[in-house]
C-alpha cells in the first residue's frame, strides 16, 4: 500500500469534488476509505495498492474528467 | 456542429478536455455571438443572424457544461451542470434560442468570476504554502555541495545555507553563524543570532552569514510542514452546519429535477418547467459558508493564528471564559527587582557585597539582583556558608554579610526596626520575593523580585472583554500571594493558586459541566494537555511544539499576547460572515421563487443572473474576512 497526494488545478465548485471521489473510487486497487479530496486545498489524498494500479492511471482518471493535474507525491 | 456535439458527448476523451479547458474562450466566445446577434436585431432587423447566432452561441456554451453533467451523471452525481444542460435542452426544444444562449453564457462566465474570485479568498494560505522550501544545497560523498530537490534531503544530511537563502528543513547548526528570520515560524520578525548548536527551522531565512546544519526532520515532519498541514486540513474541515447543507445539496438538487418534470407534465408549460430548473440552483449556499472559512482561517494563517477547523471558529465566537494555565502568560517570566528599599549609611558598600556573593550564586533570584545592581567590581568572597531555603552567610573584605530571607535574619539575629517590617509586609502583599542584605548583623538592603506583567497584556485584556468574553480566570501553580499580585494589577475574575495540572483540569470541568460556560483553556501544551484537551476550545500560546499543534485548537505561533485578542475577534467575525452569506442564499432562493409564483417578469436569463450574482456575493462577503483587523 502506497499513499498518495495529488496537487489539482484550483477546484471552483463543490460538485467537482464528487465527481473526482467518484472516478478515484471506481478504480481497482484503490482503497475507498482512505480516498479524501479537499476543496479549498484542491488535494486530493489516497491509499493505493501499487501492484493493481499505478499512480499514472489514477492521474488519468482525473484528467479524463478535465481536471489538471499539478504534480503528485507518493510515498 | 451537433455531429461534433454527440461526438464529444460519446466520450472523444482528448475532445472533452479541449473542451473544458478552453472553457473561458467559449465563454467569451458566446459572449461574442450574443452581442452579434442583439446588434444585427437591432441595427439592421435582422431575425436570421440574430436566430443563428444565438444557436451557435448555445451550442458552443453548453458543450462543456453537458461534458460536465454527463461525467457527473457518470459517478451518480445530479449537479448543478445537470440541471443547467436540461433547462437549455429545454429551451431550444421550444425555440427559445435567446434564453438558451445567455443562460449558458452566464453559467460560464460566472464560474470564471468565481475561479478568480475564489482563489483570492484562498490567496492567504497559498502565500503561506509558496513559502516552503523547494531546493537545498546537500553535503555529497566528495565534500562538495549540490542543489538538489528539498524532498531528497535525508535525515542526517549537511547542508548549507547561504545568506537570503530559506532554510530547508529542521535541523541543528554544525558549523558558521547567522541570523534568521523566523517569522513564518513564530510570526517574529526580529532575526535570531545562530550558531553552533543552535536549532534551526525549515521555512525560515538566513538573514546573513552561513551556516551549515545536519537535517533532523525533513518533509512534512518538520514544524513548517505540520504548520501547512495543519491550516490545509482546517480549511477543509467541515462544520455541523456545512455537513448538513452538502447531505442537503446531495438530495436537493435531483429534487429540483422531478420538481420541474413534475410541473412540466401537469402544466406542459415547458417555459416554466425550465425556469424552475435554473433557480433551483443550489450555488450561493453551498458555497456561501467555505468561502467565509477559508477567508477567515486564511487571515488567522498570515496573522500567526492557527484555528483548526470549523468547529473551531463557532465554539470560539461563542466565548464565556478564558482559563489562563500560569502566571508566566501574562508575566515577562523573567523575574526582575520591582522594588527596594535601603537602610543606614554605606549603602554604596553593602551593594557591592550583594553582588560579589549573589556573582557566585545560581539561585534565580541572584540574577535579577545582579541586574539591577549592574556593572560593579566584585570582592573575594569566603567561607561561604549556604542555608537552604533561607539564603547564603559569608564573609567579604572582613565583613560578615547575610543575604535571603527573613528567616536568614531572624537566625542571624538581624533586627528588623519597625520601619522595614511595614516594608517587608507591603512588599510581600504585592507578590514579590524578598532578598535581604545584612551586613555585620544590620540590615542594609530589602529587595523585592518579581515577574512582571508583560507590556500590554492589560489593553488586551480589556479588548476580550469588550468582545464579550465575561470571565478572565488564572489557574497557577504558583503561591497565592504571586497569582493575587498579578491578578489584582489585571483585574482578573478569579485568580487561584498552588493548582496541580488535576486540579486545572477539575476546576475546568466544573465551569463546563456545572456552570454550563464555553471555556477556553490557554497553556503551553506540555504538562496542560489534559485541560486543553477538555476545554472547549484549548488554546496553545508561544507555539511550534509538536504536543502543542497536536493538542489544541487553536495555535497562536508567538507568545505575543495580542494574537489572542486578534482570533477571537476574528473568529466572531467569521462566524458573522457565515451567517450573512447563508441569509444572502436562502433570501436569493426565496425572492426568486416567490417572483416566479407571483410575477410576470421572471424567466430563466433573469433568475440565471440573479444565481450568479448571489454566488458573487457571498464570495465577495467572504473575501472581506482577508482584511479583517481588530480594532
Not at chain 2, 334 to 348: L, R, T
Not at chain 2, 402 to 411: D, I, K, Q, S, Y
Not at chain 2, 495 to 521: C, T, W
Not at chain 2, 597 to 606: G, K, P, R, T, V
Request: with cysteine.
Amino acid at each position: 500500500m502506497k499513499s498518495a497526494t495529488i496537487q489539482l488545478e484550483t477546484l471552483t465548485c463543490p460538485s467537482c469534488m464528487q465527481k473526482i471521489e467518484g472516478a478515484l473510487k471506481s478504480l481497482d486497487g484503490v482503497d475507498h476509505d482512505t480516498v479524501k479530496v479537499s476543496f479549498n486545498s484542491s488535494k486530493a489524498k489516497l491509499d493505493f495498492d501499487e501492484t493493481k494500479v499505478s499512480i499514472e492511471e489514477i492521474e488519468d482518471s482525473i484528467k479524463r474528467l478535465g481536471y489538471e493535474v499539478i504534480k503528485s507525491r507518493v510515498k | 456542429m451537433k455531429k461534433v456535439f454527440v461526438n464529444v458527448m460519446l466520450g472523444g476523451g482528448d475532445m472533452q478536455r479541449y473542451i473544458l479547458k478552453n472553457k473561458n474562450s467559449i465563454a467569451l466566445l458566446s459572449g461574442v455571438l450574443i452581442a452579434v446577434g442583439f446588434l444585427s436585431k437591432w441595427t439592421m432587423d435582422s431575425m436570421l443572424i440574430f436566430t443563428w447566432s444565438l444557436i451557435i452561441a448555445s451550442i458552443l456554451g453548453v458543450a462543456p457544461i453537458a461534458i460536465q453533467a454527463y461525467q457527473a451523471l457518470r459517478v451518480k452525481v445530479v449537479s448543478i451542470d445537470v440541471l443547467v444542460t436540461v433547462a437549455v435542452a429545454g429551451a431550444f426544444l421550444i425555440r427559445n434560442y435567446e434564453e438558451s444562449a445567455i443562460v449558458t453564457f452566464l453559467f460560464l462566465f460566472g464560474a470564471y468570476l468565481e475561479q478568480r474570485t475564489l482563489n483570492k479568498t484562498r490567496s492567504a494560505i497559498k502565500e503561506l504554502t509558496e513559502m516552503a522550501p523547494e531546493s537545498a544545497l546537500k553535503q555529497m560523498e566528495d565534500g562538495e555541495f549540490v542543489e538538489v530537490d528539498v524532498e531528497d534531503v535525508d535525515v542526517g544530511d549537511i547542508l548549507l545555507v547561504k545568506t537570503g537563502a530559506k532554510v530547508p528543513v529542521d535541523g541543528t547548526v554544525v558549523s558558521g553563524e547567522g541570523s534568521v528570520n523566523e517569522a513564518s515560524i513564530t510570526g517574529e520578525s526580529i532575526p535570531v543570532a545562530k550558531e553552533k548548536g543552535s536549532k534551526v527551522f525549515a521555512g525560515t531565512i538566513l538573514d546573513n552569514g552561513t551556516i551549515q546544519i545536519v537535517a533532523e526532520r525533513v518533509g512534512e515532519d518538520t514544524t513548517f510542514g505540520r504548520i501547512i498541514e495543519l491550516v490545509e486540513e482546517a480549511q477543509d474541515s467541515k462544520s455541523e452546519a456545512e455537513r448538513f447543507i452538502d447531505r442537503f445539496s446531495k438530495y436537493y438538487t435531483p429534487a429540483v429535477l422531478i420538481l420541474s418534470i413534475v410541473v412540466w407534465l401537469f402544466s406542459r408549460d415547458v417555459e416554466l418547467a425550465i425556469t424552475i430548473l435554473v433557480l433551483g440552483c443550489p450555488g450561493a449556499l453551498v458555497i456561501g459558508v467555505p468561502v467565509s472559512h477559508v477567508a477567515g482561517i486564511g487571515n488567522g494563517a498570515r496573522n500567526g493564528v492557527l484555528l483548526k477547523g470549523s468547529e473551531v471558529i463557532s465554539d470560539f465566537s461563542k466565548l464565556d471564559t478564558i482559563v489562563f494555565d500560569r502566571t508566566g502568560t501574562l508575566t515577562v517570566g523573567n523575574p526582575s527587582v520591582a522594588e527596594k528599599e535601603y537602610y543606614g549609611d554605606n549603602i554604596d558598600e553593602a551593594l557591592v557585597y550583594l553582588a560579589s556573593i549573589e556573582h557566585e550564586s545560581d539561585h534565580p533570584l541572584a540574577k535579577a539582583v545582579l541586574e539591577e545592581i549592574g556593572e560593579t567590581a566584585f570582592l573575594p568572597v569566603e567561607n561561604t556558608e549556604v542555608i537552604k531555603g533561607e539564603g547564603i552567610v559569608a564573609s567579604v573584605d572582613g565583613h560578615r554579610v547575610a543575604v535571603g530571607n527573613v528567616a536568614l535574619m531572624e537566625r542571624e539575629n538581624v533586627e528588623l526596626k519597625d520601619k522595614a517590617k511595614a516594608d517587608i509586609d507591603l512588599f510581600e502583599e504585592r507578590g514579590n520575593s524578598l532578598v535581604l542584605t545584612a551586613v555585620d548583623g544590620e540590615l542594609k538592603i530589602l529587595m523585592g523580585v518579581r515577574d512582571q506583567i508583560r507590556p500590554r497584556v492589560k489593553e488586551d485584556l480589556l479588548k476580550l472583554k469588550k468582545l464579550g468574553v465575561k470571565n478572565l480566570i488564572m489557574l497557577s501553580g504558583d503561591n497565592q500571594g504571586t497569582v493575587d499580585a498579578v491578578s489584582r494589577e489585571l483585574s482578573l475574575t478569579e485568580a487561584h493558586g498552588n493548582m496541580l495540572p488535576q486540579d486545572k483540569s477539575a476546576y475546568i470541568k466544573r465551569l463546563i459541566e456545572e456552570e454550563g460556560q464555553i471555556v477556553a483553556f490557554v497553556g503551553d501544551g506540555v504538562n496542560d494537555s489534559p485541560s486543553l484537551a477538555l476545554a472547549n476550545i484549548g488554546i496553545a500560546m508561544g507555539g511550534g511544539t509538536d504536543v502543542a499543534i497536536e493538542t489544541s485548537d487553536v495555535v497562536l505561533m508567538n507568545s505575543d499576547f495580542s494574537r489572542l485578542s486578534h482570533a477571537l475577534g476574528l473568529t466572531k467575525a467569521t462566524a458573522r460572515n457565515m451567517k450573512q452569506n447563508i441569509f444572502i442564499a436562502v433570501g436569493v432562493v426565496l425572492v426568486l421563487l416567490a417572483s416566479l409564483l407571483f410575477s410576470e417578469w421572471m424567466n430563466m436569463s433573469i433568475g440565471m443572473l440573479v444565481h450568479e450574482g448571489s454566488i458573487l456575493a457571498v464570495i465577495l462577503n467572504g473575501m472581506r474576512l482577508l482584511r479583517y483587523k481588530l480594532r
